[in-house]
């Protein structure tokens, strides 16, 4: 297991360290009880200074695991996390657990008093040592969350975003290098949650903050985060771009949590005329259905999702969902051609 002192610095490459505010190396962390699992499976990773990093997967992936070993509130079983080249000092290492170059925003709003004010739960991060210092910041970072109009309401009072950004402003007062945030649109109402992302963007562009996030939902994510990390069972399948993730998916696990994607087997996908080796991964916008009553695939269902209907295409043998962007979708039961505009094939076989 590697040393845990809160004052080792090890500088192994330091053009990676310029560009890479956190660096995790072989990291682990495993839960112990009636069965041991392991949250976070020998992991290594990069994440970049002065950018949004989103950690995405589904439930039970280990990104709630990995944010808080970034954070130190838990010691990795092997391997660790540094800051800017220090060691991240853990909950043995420190009375108060937490880098102190970072805040974290916790999922259930833990760190607000929720029967004080909003002015009070901000405005108590500073100390009384130059009041009139503490009531211009404390203003400042009302005004930059767009909430300086609740300052005497009750953060109980609050809805989920209003109390969301209370709980950002709050981490923020006092300048932090990094904010973690545990899946901080969960609670904020779909309408508003575009609206506290670009906050969050312009925030990062104006003070150069380090923002590490993570979520079960990439649609939250895809148009706000630098960097996509992709977990799955412990482990990173994927990271980069959102763009490049969602054409060109290294996994086929990726496909599926950005776009929903088909992912076909070798038979399955020469059922459509495609003859790979490999599994495939069709999005649901690149299959054009033609209707054709002569056709051996049909339209099995029909969801209304708004502006775009989703249809359930295909035979006994396959099964395919497509987006198609129409008025009056072809009724459930009529045969239909299935053209494929574009797929992507991956190395492994298995999903």
């Excluded at 108060?96 to 925003?105: F, T």
């Excluded at 649609?219 to 060109?248: C, S």
């Excluded at 086929?252 to 459509?272: R, V």
């Excluded at 056709?295 to 708004?306: A, Q, T, V």
Aim: proline fraction near 4%.
């Amino acid at each position: 297991m590697a040393t845990t002192s809160s004052c080792k610095y090890i500088p192994t490459d330091t053009q990676k360290l310029d560009v890479a505010a956190i660096h995790g190396e072989n990291l682990t962390s495993i839960f112990t009880g009636k069965k041991e699992v392991i949250a976070v499976d020998n992991i290594s990773f990069d994440i970049e200074e002065k950018k949004i990093t989103a950690i995405i997967g589904e439930s039970g992936s280990g990104k709630s695991t990995l944010l808080k070993l970034i954070y130190g509130l838990l010691e990795p079983n092997d391997g660790e996390v540094r800051y800017k080249g220090w060691l991240v000092p853990t909950r043995k290492d420190k009375l108060i657990p937490g880098h102190d170059a970072m805040k974290m925003v916790s999922q259930g709003f833990d760190d607000l008093n929720l029967y004080a004010k909003v002015w009070d739960n901000i405005a108590s991060q500073l100390p009384n040592t130059n009041i009139e210092y503490k009531k211009e910041r404390t203003e400042k970072t009302l005004k930059k969350l767009k909430i300086d109009h609740l300052t005497q309401q009750r953060v109980a009072d609050l809805s989920g975003g209003e109390r969301q950004r209370v709980a950002i402003a709050r981490a923020l007062i006092n300048d932090p290098e990094v904010l973690l945030m545990d899946e901080p649109f969960n609670q904020v109402d779909a309408a508003f949650r575009d609206g506290l992302q670009q906050d969050i963007k312009q925030i990062v562009v104006e003070t150069g903050l380090t923002v590490v996030l993570i979520s079960h939902d990439p649609a939250e994510v895809l148009a706000m985060a630098d960097t996509l990390i992709v977990m799955r069972n412990g482990k990173i399948v994927d990271a980069g771009n959102p763009k490049n993730l969602y054409y060109k998916p290294k996994h086929p696990y990726t496909a599926i949590l950005l776009a929903k994607s088909n992912i076909l087997t070798p038979p399955q996908a020469s059922k459509l005329n495609i003859h790979q080796n490999n599994t495939i991964a069709i999005h649901q916008e690149w299959i054009d259905v033609i209707a054709n009553q002569n056709s051996n695939f049909s339209i099995l269902d029909i969801k209304f999702r708004g502006f775009y209907s989703e249809y359930v295409v295909g035979n006994k043998e396959i099964a395919l969902h497509a987006i198609v962007k129409t008025e009056t979708p072809i009724p459930i039961g009529t045969g239909v051609d299935i053209k494929i505009l574009n797929f992507i094939s991956f190395e492994a076989q298995l999903l």
